[in-house]
């Protein structure tokens, strides 16, 4: 079987798994759940053979198969010993190999050659991650997300003059523009999952999909938490971390009043800020005092889905890291958070050993910041 009939038989396999879905057939969907599974073990281990075939192919002729080309798709040679990184990590061996090694499986001296060369996530697996993350936790899809591998300096303005109106044939005056620096380090984010042995008989792609899941989940959690409520020491500074944001007000304490969510709209200064901003709350708050009070209006509300919202022309985020009775307003454009070193994943069989089961541990070295905290408010309900 070759990679193309492989996939042939899989793809089959799935429309029919599906058609029997739809058909409500479910325990015979999940009987060609099963096969699927089979199938993709089927694979992994003639991959295998052929990878350790090549290898002693590779011995008998003297050559060093760590630095020369690898023939790991049937019929098709790379070269991995000349392949960029960032190129490396997204091939289908690489990946392959990275979580064959992860599982615990038998893995061939050309692969073990790829991981240890790099260590670092598959491409698409990270891709995957990141994707997952901002499902969960729909502002980390707001703020500025960057992946750069190392501390850096954000350039933001501080002092900035407006234009100004010259006559003709009249110099222009220089204005005393400022600059300042927001500074991003790397702090660990780490979270850690413990499964059964069941792991190591996982297809590569079911595994994938389990720990992608796992991880995807815990980590946005804490990415969000560290968004807004973050104290700044060895973690990321968060929106309503003190004294972060000065620009502050209450609504009234029997319920937000109509007049209320345009004052806050309207307390932002107008610098830009508005075009793209957000309005940040808790569910709780939103449900019980701005959605009655735009119901009483009967206008204001937009509700494209169930997770998309539109309040007065502003996109809603639902976000329970906020605190009780708080609205941030402000574009989160303005917070900016890097990903100084991407997600790493390890295995550990010895802290699950009396259990028979493996430990994965995920790791991330990240900060984040408002970068503009005038471009934020954050209103409260009054006391009295």
Not at 74 to 91: A, C, H, I, R, Y
Request: with cysteine.
């Amino acid at each position: 079987m070759n990679r193309k009939k492989y996939l042939e038989m899989r793809n089959k396999l799935l429309a029919e798994a599906e058609a029997l879905v739809e058909e409500g057939k479910f325990e015979d969907s999940k009987a060609k759940e099963e096969e699927i599974k089979v199938l993709d073990e089927k694979w992994d281990n003639i991959k295998t053979a052929k990878a350790n075939l090549n290898a002693l192919k590779d011995v008998e002729v003297g050559r060093d198969i760590e630095n020369e080309s690898l023939n790991l798709k049937d019929g098709e040679v790379v070269d991995f010993q000349n392949m960029s990184e960032e190129d490396l990590l997204k091939t289908e061996e690489y990946k392959n190999a990275f979580f064959k090694k992860l599982q615990g499986k038998s893995i061939t001296e050309q692969e073990n050659a790829l991981v240890t060369a790099s260590g670092a996530i598959p491409t698409e697996t990270m891709n995957k991650i990141v994707e997952k993350m901002e499902y969960i936790a729909p502002i980390l899809a707001k703020i500025d997300l960057s992946f750069i591998p190392s501390n850096i300096s954000i350039p933001v303005e501080d002092t900035v003059n407006d234009a100004s109106w010259v006559a003709m044939g009249t110099a222009s005056t220089d204005s005393a523009d400022e600059l300042d620096t927001v500074d991003l380090a790397a702090y660990k984010l780490i979270k850690t999952v413990e499964i059964g042995a069941d792991s190591a008989v996982m297809s590569i792609p079911a595994f994938e999909t389990w720990i992608t899941n796992k991880l995807s989940k815990k980590m946005a959690k804490a990415l969000e938490n560290a968004i807004i409520n973050g104290t700044g020491s060895s973690q990321p500074k968060g929106l309503l971390a003190s004294g972060v944001i000065t620009n502050t007000g209450t609504f009234t304490m029997a319920g937000m009043t109509y007049a209320d969510l345009l004052a806050i709209i309207a307390d932002l200064p107008d610098h830009g800020y508005r075009t793209g901003a957000s309005l940040v709350m808790p569910s709780g708050l939103f449900y019980s005092d701005v959605l009655p009070a735009l119901t009483d209006k009967g206008s204001g509300l937009d509700v494209q889905a169930a997770s998309k919202m539109n309040v007065l022309g502003y996109d809603v985020v639902l976000c329970d890291r906020v605190a009780d009775d708080t609205l941030i307003f402000g574009n989160l454009e303005n917070y900016a958070m890097n990903f100084a070193q991407n997600v790493t994943i390890e295995s550990d069989k010895s802290v699950g050993f009396r259990k028979g089961s493996t430990v994965y541990r995920a790791m991330a070295l990240v900060d984040g910041k408002p970068v503009n905290t005038d471009a934020f408010n954050v209103y409260e309900r009054a006391a009295s």
